[in-house]
């Protein structure tokens, strides 16, 4: 059974950073493509990164939303079986639930339906 737990979440103001952690388990983890998704109060869940499996390479495509282009680095690292999203920057409307997804093939994917196991998520608030 592939489980995804998040941590990393929290309160932080405006212009800080935060970094979010994904562990993940129950199938071969650099096989597949991770992203991270948020859903703030009253709006549908979008997108925010992607990156793909790295196959035997050290090499993995990355792909974002525009909002968070330059301030938001999605990492992973095969080894320790965690995805990573660093936040910097942080706005007010960064504020939502973040969670991980893993993908149901190994290419960068920003549609929810193509990611089959979902984490629990992690709370992120920015304040002003």
């Known amino acids: 059974q592939v489980q995804l737990v998040e941590s990393g979440g929290g309160l932080v103001q405006a212009g800080g950073s935060l970094r979010l952690s994904c562990a993940a388990s129950?199938?071969?983890?650099?096989?597949?493509?991770m992203g991270w998704f948020r859903q703030a109060p009253g709006k549908e869940r979008e997108f925010v990164a992607a990156?793909?499996?790295?196959?035997?390479?050290?090499?993995?495509?990355?792909y974002y939303r525009n909002s968070v282009k330059g301030r938001f680095t999605i990492s992973r690292d095969n080894a320790k079986n965690t995805v990573y999203l660093q936040m910097n920057s942080l706005k007010p409307e960064d504020t939502a639930v973040y969670t991980c997804?893993?993908?149901?093939?190994?290419?960068?994917?920003?549609?929810?339906?193509?990611?089959?196991?979902w984490g629990q998520g992690t709370q992120v608030t920015v304040s002003s």
């Open positions: 997804a893993s993908a149901k093939t190994s290419v960068v994917l920003s549609t929810p339906y193509e990611y089959d196991y």
């Open positions: 129950g199938r071969t983890f650099s096989s597949y493509g």
């Open positions: 990156i793909s499996a790295s196959g035997g390479s050290t090499y993995s495509r990355t």
